[in-house]
């Protein structure tokens, strides 16, 4: 049944976009809200959702889920359509909760502001990064003035880790196999810039108003990109990382990080005038020889609930929040105008990248004369197409195996390196450590013929299209992953096993 946080009133709602959708579930049981209908095209994803969401009626036609009886729909349909679909929703006078980001374009963003300003209908993004416990505690101190004011912060989404782009969010393949997915396979990180500036604009309440960025011409190895800006004018995709620096309401400074890199980084450092969080301790007294705390921040009963909905408690806040507009009319945190801030601050920033690091502003949509300006600005950059990584007279008996071939090979490589660049730093490491070389060494070692097999697959696609981007991709990864020397079982096991006995 959930929480009855609404006097009995439940909210009827529908997820358009079954997979990220399917996470939201845990979060609206727990908050008793009903979900009642699902839509996605793919049968696949929906078989999926199906299981963990009998109560609800799927469809894979829009039209017909539009028609079933819910008030709200949560839009989780592709990264680039949510404008269209979040209009198409408010026009069939549902409220709506977009998944991020809200828009791509200027032009799109003001015609959905519009749309939401006309319809009256409830409109929140799921930005859902501000709502874990730690940075809804810097929100509230904030609140309280212990920050005093923001001054500088910076906060990092970098991704390490396979390659996202030739799967599913679950983790399965793409199909067809000889693409990439429909927009992880092009999308620039900066478009993807609200899980780091969100949080900050959601502590401080302060609006992004000036953007500055330098391109990134140096990308992750074994992806697939174009050439770079400098050659063929093509950005890379989630394979690089996309910085920016932005200049708040209240004249602070932000740097903004995104990125697809070969570690994490979820680093969050903010800096008042009173106080400062560098990530692990608070530091407070105003100066330098203030005490540094180390802080572990609490939920109260409802937070408990939030967490145990999954995904940091973020979800559920959002669904919450959106919820309680819906049935209260108090105002939620993400608006269509913050919606609109935190996405513009990602399209100016790659903008700026383009021309050299000029400053663009971040308009306000707020205000009519400032979208009047933005009404036709359709400008996007220009991408790789995720449907053309290999000729259009390609073999797909060949290159059909792309997508579930790079699932086996980005691990495998991971395990080469790190077996291979652990014993060359063995020395160095400390003694705890060690085993965690040893153990890599080891099963190298077990599973030498598998990475061959899966290193043959992938010279078999790239050597039949190897000027192709997908053909490059394959043998940057090759590489990386030492090819020669993996294919020579002889030496290599010799090399493993004389660091096995020394070790
Ligand atoms: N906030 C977060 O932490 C978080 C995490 C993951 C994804 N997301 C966002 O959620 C959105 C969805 O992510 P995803 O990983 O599921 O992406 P995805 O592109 O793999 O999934 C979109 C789904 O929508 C379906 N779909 C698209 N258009 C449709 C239509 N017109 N009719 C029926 N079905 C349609 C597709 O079949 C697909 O299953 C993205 O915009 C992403 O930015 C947010």
């Not at 609206?28 to 209908?37: H, S, T």
């Not at 330098?288 to 921040?297: F, H, T």
């Not at 559920?316 to 919820?323: C, K, P, R, V």
């Amino acid at each position: 049944m959930g929480l009855d946080l609404f006097g009995g009133r439940r909210l009827k709602m529908g997820i358009w976009g079954l997979g990220r959708g399917s996470a939201f579930i845990n979060s609206a049981r727990a908050l008793g809200i009903d979900i009642v209908a699902g839509c996605d095209f793919d049968d696949h994803v929906r078989n999926k959702f199906h299981e963990i969401c009998p109560e609800a009626v799927l469809t894979a036609d829009e039209d017909e889920f539009f028609k079933m009886d819910f008030e709200a729909v949560l839009v989780s349909t592709y990264c680039p359509n949510h404008a269209a679909d979040t209009m198409k929703a408010l026009r069939m006078g549902k409220h709506v909760l977009s998944e991020v980001t809200a828009f791509f374009t200027p032009a799109q963003g003001v015609a959905l502001v519009e749309e939401v300003e006309k319809r009256g209908l409830v409109y929140n993004l799921a930005e859902n990064y501000p709502f874990t416990k730690i940075n809804m505690y810097l929100a509230r101190l904030y609140k309280q003035g212990i920050f005093g004011e923001l001054a500088y912060a910076e906060f990092d989404y970098v991704h390490g880790g396979v390659n996202p782009c030739a799967s599913y969010l679950d983790g399965t393949p793409v199909v067809p196999g000889n693409q990439l997915h429909h927009w992880r396979g092009w999308l620039n990180y900066h478009y993807y810039c609200t899980h780091s500036l969100g949080p900050i604009m959601i502590i401080s309440g302060l609006r992004p108003e000036k953007v500055t960025a330098f391109p990134e011409d140096v990308f992750c190895k074994g992806t697939v990109h174009g050439k770079g800006r400098k050659v063929d004018g093509i950005v890379p995709n989630l394979c690089a990382f996309a910085p920016s620096l932005i200049q708040m309401s209240n004249g602070s400074v932000v740097r903004n990080l995104m990125g697809g890199s070969v570690s994490d980084s979820h680093q969050k450092r903010f800096f008042g005038t009173k106080a400062a969080y560098d990530g692990k301790y608070l530091h407070i007294g105003g100066a330098e020889r203030g005490p540094r705390l180390d802080i572990e921040p609490q939920w109260d009963e409802m937070g408990e609930a939030a967490e145990k909905a999954g995904h940091g408690g973020g979800d559920f806040w959002e669904l919450y929040y959106f919820a309680r507009q819906i049935i209260t009319g108090e105002k939620a945190p993400w608006d269509i105008y913050a919606a609109s801030d935190v996405t513009l601050a990602g399209i100016q920033a790659l903008r700026s990248a383009l021309n050299d690091g000029e400053p663009m502003e971040i308009p306000d949509f707020r205000r009519k004369e400032v979208r009047d300006k933005y009404r036709n600005d359709d400008w996007m950059a220009k991408h790789i197409d995720p449907k053309k990584i290999f000729p259009d007279d390609q073999d797909t008996s060949i290159t059909n195996d792309f997508a579930s071939c790079c699932k086996e090979l980005s691990p495998a490589v991971v395990l080469v390196r790190s077996a291979l660049d652990g014993i060359k730093v063995y020395d160095a490491v400390k003694k705890e450590n060690k085993i965690i070389i040893i153990e890599k060494v080891k099963e190298l070692r077990t599973k030498l013929a598998e990475i061959q097999n899966t290193y043959k697959r992938a010279r078999k696609i790239a050597d039949a299209y190897p000027l192709s981007q997908g053909g490059e991709a394959l043998l940057e990864k090759l590489e990386l992953g030492e090819e020669t020397k993996i294919m020579d079982s002889a030496a290599l096991l010799k090399e493993l096993d004389d660091f096995l006995i020394h070790a």
